[in-house]
């Protein structure tokens, strides 16, 4: 292509330097230093997407981050697309692949176009009234609808093949924004010596430097100064400058995420360098300094590709030495696009007109555009556009004592457009800084702020490079102050200085039916002015509601250019000012920001930990299959010989009823409790008694919350009269401590106990059945195993296998059962020993899929399972655990609170299913009555719900109100396709009368 | 992010250090049972739920262990002091006017 827009040898791009991309498969050439806009710019192409809701042809309205239209897909390879990415922000590079977005099925010729016509069938709001009527148009009308028309941009399928960084900085002083204003704070700060920081998402410094080549400072072309600013600051070695770095959110204490885009500008990025890295700064102080956002005019085809800010042309000229077009048409309520059409003027650009809604311009301007050859239209309005892919004219007004006059038609290929100025104060939203109207500036400036912060510049309303750089100055130096640092405050002599004022304006006006004019507001999300109008006439009055209503500013450019707009149309709508209607809430990220920058390198492996015991490796080597519990990886079950999950588990079961079974216990939490009144403080904190607990004897212990409901289990031994060694349930083990350490240092610190988590101190070995008192009795040394001299429910410290133990004699399956508790480095030695003692006794390993059913058989509770945070010891048919004698524990003055003395609670129960081959699905509801008309009143839910092996038949536990008074009563639980039914009974299926733990 | 100063190690540090743990000077009635099922109910459940100043708990949990008292500010979300456990309600009408 010719690039017949580009100015030789003008601008900051390297015009010795092609660069060739391709833009929907055609090859474009740019330059070194070009964006994906001003490449295509400078090839005349302004037409890059279509429209969101209506489909309409859009080009490049910006040339900054905040573009709302010229959104693109671009991509490097597989997994490395990345859509809407800004044209106005990507760099170019050799090979760079760049798709238009939201087009079918080509960007000339678009299907959904069709919608443009249709306009009126899709106002605001179309979304809540549209779709809810009537409900069977759902699946094949709307949702395919909304899916066809949401057309932002396709995301890939693929993993995203690249890594991404992450870092802390502590700074004194972040400036954002290279602008003049920042450039003048970073050489205040820097010159100090406070260690200074100064950011900017462009891959240059300079801000409206660049695009103000013709300024002088200090005697020196604007470009001359800004290289020897940069190259101060380089020198200074307390200064950091980060270009292509976007400050996406400010937080509390200043705290500020930085986002630094690293290879997306590169044709070859070195092997294996992160994508982006995400700072997370903490700056003593903070100056923000990110100058203002221009704003675009409310007309009828203000949207067509062609029309743009003022601003943006003169970026792109002075920048990228590229010409918007060869024949422009302004359209102003400010000065500062008088100066753009001036600048374009001067480079070749035949300027029509300048249109100015305001009736009086300083004779400066009209007198220099005159002698431009420039027509000066002051007092004039523009009341619509031609043009089907780019504009091709525009129709002007007179504007007499609120009259619009007779239009005419000016023939142009680029319109640019300035409502006047926006601070950029997003940053300055995030922190819950106020911001208060100034009518002079006709702008929303900063108020009162929340955080060590300056604001600079253009941000606070002033205009000009000069009173950029003072003020910039002035914050910088204040910022050093702030940070103990003596700093100066520099002067700067600036020429050729163009400062100039506005007005604030509202949709221009026309001679035309308003109703029907596409005069738009939010570009991205294509919402008019109609359609603020129009929620207003519906009755929303709350900024807020308007914003959500019409989806004015939800886009993602969190309406940098059209929030003012909307919100000085919704004022007029609501007969109010603009500041008693206010303005939405800006929110981080500043800019659309990859999920990958902010995950950083908490992915795969790294998302969590994976806790592991010290046997994992030897499960691992049998080929266990694993599940996760609270971090761990535990064992589920051991296939052998190419067994299913069903008769793995049930081979398990077989072996620990009839001979015996192994089991890696050692994720139970564990908590050394010790000190004079660790029984005292027991005696608070469980429901049971432990005062007059013998040493060498363990308990059953229950834990409630203050409100009555269980909390958590786990069996409690006491090891001497100081000393107790306390179990708690996998997942609870950290929230237990917590909450005894809570009690002991907030309501009892009073009392003389040390608590100490020693989960991962100890491996567990689990040996439980028939044969287990015969497999361990041989290694075991110091301690006689027979049931008379250490009976259930009996621990002691002696040596097993060589070492040094703490031996219980406790059952979670209602068979004879022991837990070795081992230091865990000895954890898988003990394990491998009992292995081999057991071989001639049918020893299994076995999983926790096992050790649920094995429980569950004896009706045991699994805490979190079979309670959900509002089941007592009574709903458990846990009473018994309840110490009688006891005056006070955690929670025992709940369990008289009028709702938990009630009848009709919800109570444990066991559930046979009339076909016992039936495994009952865990959390299905439970009804009286399948016959009732919908909604059916459910009376409860299964709560675990297995095959048992040793009944030859499944079981069940469930929650159900009044459970243990309906015993032998036959509910039902309706099913998808069928009802099925079931018999309550005891929760205690095998072995009842606990005969197995008597041997 | 939040910095927080733990008045038990006497250090200000990232948010992640800590966790929140409720309102402050919500004491455990030292015999519940005697009390009435309204009276229990409130200590329960019923909290001051402010706008602006709130007396609340947290503990180093990643750090030293301690649970501690603060004052902060339900809008602004920043603290106004940390103090220890045990220690009465500071009055911070009288601690600002003694600062100015
Ligand atoms: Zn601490």
């Given at each position: 292509?010719?690039?017949?827009?580009?100015?030789?040898?003008?601008?900051r791009v390297d015009h010795a330097k092609p660069?060739?991309?391709?833009?929907?498969?055609?090859?474009?050439?740019?330059?070194?230093?070009?964006?994906?806009?001003?490449?295509?710019?400078?090839?005349?192409?302004?037409?890059?997407?279509?429209?969101?809701?209506?489909?309409?042809?859009?080009?490049?309205?910006?040339?900054?981050?905040?573009?709302?239209?010229?959104?693109?897909?671009?991509?490097?390879?597989?997994?490395?697309?990345?859509?809407?990415?800004?044209?106005?922000?990507?760099?170019?590079?050799?090979?760079?692949?760049?798709?238009?977005?939201?087009?079918?099925?080509?960007?000339?010729?678009?299907?959904?176009?069709?919608?443009?016509?249709?306009?009126?069938?899709?106002?605001?709001?179309?979304?809540?009234?549209?779709?809810?009527?009537?409900?069977?148009?759902?699946?094949?009308?709307?949702?395919?609808?909304?899916?066809?028309?949401?057309?932002?941009?396709?995301?890939?399928?693929?993993?995203?093949?690249?890594?991404?960084?992450?870092?802390?900085?502590?700074?004194?002083?972040?400036?954002?924004?290279?602008?003049?204003?920042?450039?003048?704070?970073?050489?205040?700060?820097?010159?100090?010596?406070?260690?200074?920081?100064?950011?900017?998402?462009?891959?240059?410094?300079?801000?409206?430097?660049?695009?103000?080549?013709?300024?002088?400072?200090?005697?020196?072309?604007?470009?001359?100064?800004?290289?020897?600013?940069?190259?101060?600051?380089?020198?200074?070695?307390?200064?950091?400058?980060?270009?292509?770095?976007?400050?996406?959110?400010?937080?509390?204490?200043?705290?500020?995420?930085?986002?630094?885009?690293?290879?997306?500008?590169?044709?070859?990025?070195?092997?294996?360098?992160?994508?982006?890295?995400?700072?997370?700064?903490?700056?003593?102080?903070?100056?923000?300094?990110?100058?203002?956002?221009?704003?675009?005019?409310?007309?009828?085809?203000?949207?067509?590709?062609?029309?743009?800010?003022?601003?943006?042309?003169?970026?792109?000229?002075?920048?990228?030495?590229?010409?918007?077009?060869?024949?422009?048409?302004?359209?102003?309520?400010?000065?500062?696009?008088?100066?753009?059409?001036?600048?374009?003027?001067?480079?070749?650009?035949?300027?029509?007109?300048?249109?100015?809604?305001?009736?009086?311009?300083?004779?400066?301007?009209?007198?220099?555009?005159?002698?431009?050859?420039?027509?000066?239209?002051?007092?004039?309005?523009?009341?619509?556009?031609?043009?089907?892919?780019?504009?091709?004219?525009?129709?002007?007004?007179?504007?007499?004592?609120?009259?619009?006059?007779?239009?005419?038609?000016?023939?142009?290929?680029?319109?640019?457009?300035?409502?006047?100025?926006?601070?950029?104060?997003?940053?300055?939203?995030?922190?819950?800084?106020?911001?208060?109207?100034?009518?002079?500036?006709?702008?929303?400036?900063?108020?009162?702020?929340?955080?060590?912060?300056?604001?600079?510049?253009?941000?606070?309303?002033?205009?000009?490079?000069?009173?950029?750089?003072?003020?910039?100055?002035?914050?910088?130096?204040?910022?050093?102050?702030?940070?103990?640092?003596?700093?100066?405050?520099?002067?700067?002599?600036?020429?050729?200085?163009?400062?100039?004022?506005?007005?604030?304006?509202?949709?221009?006006?026309?001679?035309?039916?308003?109703?029907?004019?596409?005069?738009?507001?939010?570009?991205?999300?294509?919402?008019?002015?109609?359609?603020?109008?129009?929620?207003?006439?519906?009755?929303?009055?709350?900024?807020?509601?308007?914003?959500?209503?019409?989806?004015?500013?939800?886009?993602?450019?969190?309406?940098?250019?059209?929030?003012?707009?909307?919100?000085?149309?919704?004022?007029?709508?609501?007969?109010?000012?603009?500041?008693?209607?206010?303005?939405?809430?800006?929110?981080?990220?500043?800019?659309?920001?990859?999920?990958?920058?902010?995950?950083?390198?908490?992915?795969?492996?790294?998302?969590?930990?994976?806790?592991?015991?010290?046997?994992?490796?030897?499960?691992?080597?049998?080929?266990?299959?694993?599940?996760?519990?609270?971090?761990?990886?535990?064992?589920?079950?051991?296939?052998?010989?190419?067994?299913?999950?069903?008769?793995?588990?049930?081979?398990?079961?077989?072996?620990?009823?009839?001979?015996?079974?192994?089991?890696?216990?050692?994720?139970?939490?564990?908590?050394?409790?010790?000190?004079?009144?660790?029984?005292?403080?027991?005696?608070?904190?469980?429901?049971?008694?432990?005062?007059?607990?013998?040493?060498?004897?363990?308990?059953?212990?229950?834990?409630?919350?203050?409100?009555?409901?269980?909390?958590?289990?786990?069996?409690?031994?006491?090891?001497?009269?100081?000393?107790?060694?306390?179990?708690?349930?996998?997942?609870?083990?950290?929230?237990?401590?917590?909450?005894?350490?809570?009690?002991?240092?907030?309501?009892?610190?009073?009392?003389?106990?040390?608590?100490?988590?020693?989960?991962?101190?100890?491996?567990?070995?689990?040996?439980?059945?028939?044969?287990?008192?015969?497999?361990?009795?041989?290694?075991?040394?110091?301690?006689?195993?027979?049931?008379?001299?250490?009976?259930?429910?009996?621990?002691?410290?002696?040596?097993?296998?060589?070492?040094?133990?703490?031996?219980?004699?406790?059952?979670?399956?209602?068979?004879?059962?022991?837990?070795?508790?081992?230091?865990?480095?000895?954890?898988?030695?003990?394990?491998?020993?009992?292995?081999?003692?057991?071989?001639?006794?049918?020893?299994?390993?076995?999983?926790?899929?096992?050790?649920?059913?094995?429980?569950?058989?004896?009706?045991?509770?699994?805490?979190?399972?079979?309670?959900?945070?509002?089941?007592?010891?009574?709903?458990?048919?846990?009473?018994?655990?309840?110490?009688?004698?006891?005056?006070?524990?955690?929670?025992?003055?709940?369990?008289?609170?009028?709702?938990?003395?009630?009848?009709?609670?919800?109570?444990?129960?066991?559930?046979?299913?009339?076909?016992?081959?039936?495994?009952?699905?865990?959390?299905?509801?439970?009804?009286?009555?399948p016959n009732q008309p919908l909604p059916m009143?459910?009376?409860?839910?299964?709560?675990?719900?297995?095959?048992?092996?040793?009944?030859?038949?499944?079981?069940?536990?469930?929650?159900?109100?009044?459970?243990?008074?309906?015993?032998?009563?036959?509910?039902?639980?309706?099913?998808?396709?069928?009802?099925?039914?079931?018999?309550?009974?005891?929760?205690?299926?095998?072995?009842?009368?606990?005969?197995?733990?008597?041997? | 992010?939040?910095?927080?100063?733990?008045?038990?190690?006497?250090?200000?540090?990232?948010?992640?250090?800590?966790?929140?743990?409720?309102?402050?000077?919500?004491?455990?009635?030292?015999?519940?049972?005697?009390?009435?099922?309204?009276?229990?109910?409130?200590?329960?459940?019923?909290?001051?739920?402010?706008?602006?100043?709130?007396?609340?708990?947290?503990?180093?949990?990643?750090?030293?262990?301690?649970?501690?008292?603060?004052?902060?500010?339900?809008?602004?979300?920043?603290?106004?002091?940390?103090?220890?456990a045990g220690e009465p309600r500071p009055n911070?009408?009288?601690?600002?006017?003694?600062?100015?």
């Amino acid at each position: 292509m010719t690039q017949a827009f580009r100015i030789p040898g003008a601008g900051r791009v390297d015009h010795a330097k092609p660069v060739r991309f391709t833009f929907d498969g055609k090859t474009v050439e740019g330059r070194e230093g070009d964006t994906v806009a001003s490449a295509l710019l400078a090839n005349g192409i302004h037409l890059l997407g279509r429209s969101f809701k209506y489909h309409r042809p859009r080009g490049i309205v910006s040339a900054g981050s905040e573009e709302p239209n010229a959104l693109v897909g671009t991509s490097r390879g597989p997994g490395r697309s990345e859509p809407n990415t800004r044209a106005t922000m990507q760099e170019v590079w050799d090979g760079l692949t760049v798709e238009s977005q939201n087009r079918w099925p080509g960007l000339d010729f678009d299907v959904g176009a069709i919608n443009d016509r249709f306009g009126r069938f899709l106002p605001a709001g179309f979304y809540y009234k549209t779709f809810m009527w009537p409900r069977s148009f759902w699946d094949k009308v709307y949702e395919p609808f909304i899916r066809r028309a949401a057309g932002l941009g396709r995301s890939p399928t693929e993993p995203d093949p690249d890594h991404y960084a992450s870092r802390h900085l502590h700074c004194d002083v972040l400036v954002v924004g290279s602008g003049p204003a920042g450039l003048a704070a970073a050489l205040s700060a820097g010159r100090s010596g406070a260690q200074t920081v100064l950011v900017d998402e462009h891959a240059e410094m300079g801000g409206t430097l660049l695009s103000e080549p013709g300024v002088r400072i200090d005697g020196q072309g604007a470009w001359g100064w800004l290289d020897a600013a940069l190259a101060e600051l380089r020198g200074l070695p307390n200064v950091r400058l980060m270009t292509r770095t976007t400050a996406i959110g400010y937080y509390h204490q200043n705290m500020v995420g930085l986002c630094q885009k690293l290879t997306d500008h590169m044709a070859a990025p070195p092997e294996g360098a992160p994508r982006e890295r995400l700072w997370r700064v903490r700056a003593g102080q903070v100056v923000l300094a990110q100058g203002a956002i221009e704003k675009p005019l409310v007309f009828d085809g203000n949207d067509r590709p062609g029309v743009m800010l003022a601003g943006a042309a003169r970026t792109f000229l002075h920048r990228f030495g590229v010409k918007v077009g060869h024949r422009a048409v302004v359209v102003t309520s400010h000065d500062s696009a008088w100066h753009a059409a001036f600048d374009l003027a001067r480079a070749g650009v035949a300027v029509a007109a300048v249109v100015d809604v305001r009736p009086e311009v300083s004779r400066v301007l009209t007198g220099q555009a005159e002698a431009l050859g420039i027509e000066v239209l002051t007092g004039h309005t523009v009341t619509g556009t031609t043009g089907r892919l780019r504009v091709a004219s525009v129709r002007v007004n007179p504007v007499r004592g609120g009259r619009v006059g007779a239009g005419r038609t000016i023939a142009c290929d680029a319109l640019l457009m300035c409502g006047g100025w926006t601070p950029s104060l997003h940053l300055f939203s995030h922190t819950k800084g106020s911001l208060a109207w100034d009518a002079g500036a006709g702008a929303f400036l900063p108020d009162r702020k929340t955080e060590e912060c300056e604001i600079a510049g253009a941000g606070r309303g002033l205009w000009g490079i000069a009173a950029a750089l003072d003020d910039g100055a002035k914050a910088g130096a204040a910022a050093a102050k702030a940070m103990g640092r003596v700093a100066g405050v520099g002067t700067f002599a600036v020429e050729a200085d163009r400062t100039g004022d506005g007005v604030v304006v509202k949709e221009l006006p026309t001679d035309r039916n308003a109703g029907l004019a596409k005069a738009f507001i939010d570009f991205q999300n294509d919402v008019t002015a109609k359609d603020i109008r129009l929620a207003v006439r519906e009755g929303m009055r709350s900024i807020e509601h308007v914003k959500r209503y019409t989806t004015n500013g939800m886009a993602t450019d969190q309406g940098k250019l059209s929030n003012i707009n909307g919100l000085m149309i919704a004022a007029d709508a609501l007969g109010k000012e603009a500041p008693q209607v206010g303005l939405t809430t800006f929110r981080p990220p500043y800019t659309p920001t990859t999920f990958g920058a902010l995950a950083g390198y908490h992915k795969g492996s790294h998302f969590e930990v994976t806790r592991r015991t010290p046997i994992d490796a030897w499960a691992e080597a049998q080929g266990a299959v694993f599940e996760p519990v609270a971090l761990w990886r535990r064992a589920w079950y051991f296939p052998q010989f190419g067994e299913d999950m069903h008769a793995a588990v049930a081979r398990e079961c077989r072996a620990v009823r009839t001979q015996v079974g192994m089991f890696d216990a050692s994720t139970l939490g564990k908590i050394e409790v010790v000190g004079p009144d660790a029984a005292a403080f027991l005696e608070r904190m469980y429901t049971n008694p432990w005062a007059r607990l013998q040493p060498g004897r363990c308990r059953y212990g229950l834990l409630l919350g203050e409100d009555g409901f269980i909390r958590d289990d786990g069996v409690i031994g006491r090891l001497a009269d100081d000393k107790f060694h306390v179990t708690t349930t996998t997942g609870g083990a950290a929230r237990v401590l917590n909450m005894m350490e809570d009690y002991l240092q907030t309501e009892w610190p009073d009392l003389d106990v040390w608590l100490t988590s020693t989960t991962e101190q100890w491996a567990v070995v689990a040996l439980q059945g028939p044969n287990a008192r015969t497999v361990l009795e041989p290694l075991v040394e110091g301690l006689d195993l027979s049931d008379a001299a250490f009976p259930h429910m009996a621990v002691a410290e002696c040596t097993v296998a060589g070492f040094p133990a703490r031996l219980f004699r406790v059952s979670f399956t209602g068979e004879l059962g022991f837990e070795v508790n081992v230091p865990a480095r000895h954890g898988l030695a003990l394990w491998e020993a009992i292995w081999a003692a057991g071989q001639p006794h049918g020893i299994t390993a076995y999983g926790t899929e096992t050790m649920h059913i094995l429980r569950a058989e004896k009706g045991f509770i699994l805490v979190g399972q079979d309670t959900d945070g509002t089941v007592t010891p009574g709903d458990a048919g846990l009473d018994w655990a309840i110490g009688k004698q006891k005056k006070d524990f955690v929670g025992k003055r709940s369990l008289q609170r009028p709702d938990i003395v009630a009848k009709g609670r919800k109570q444990l129960v066991g559930l046979l299913t009339e076909d016992p081959k039936v495994v009952l699905e865990e959390g299905a509801q439970i009804v009286a009555d399948p016959n009732q008309p919908l909604p059916m009143t459910m009376i409860g839910h299964v709560t675990s719900s297995y095959w048992s092996e040793a009944m030859g038949r499944s079981i069940a536990m469930a929650l159900i109100e009044g459970g243990r008074d309906r015993m032998g009563e036959v509910l039902h639980i309706p099913m998808p396709g069928r009802t099925l039914r079931a018999t309550v009974a005891a929760a205690n299926f095998v072995d009842p009368d606990g005969l197995r733990l008597k041997v | 992010m939040l910095l927080i100063h733990c008045p038990y190690c006497d250090e200000t540090l990232p948010e992640p250090e800590f966790t929140y743990a409720g309102e402050a000077h919500v004491a455990r009635p030292a015999d519940p049972m005697a009390l009435s099922d309204e009276e229990w109910r409130d200590f329960l459940f019923v909290r001051s739920n402010p706008r602006g100043t709130h007396y609340e708990r947290w503990r180093h949990i990643n750090g030293c262990g301690r649970f501690f008292n603060a004052i902060r500010d339900t809008v602004t979300d920043k603290f106004a002091m940390t103090y220890r456990a045990g220690e009465p309600r500071p009055n911070l009408d009288a601690l600002k006017e003694a600062a100015e």
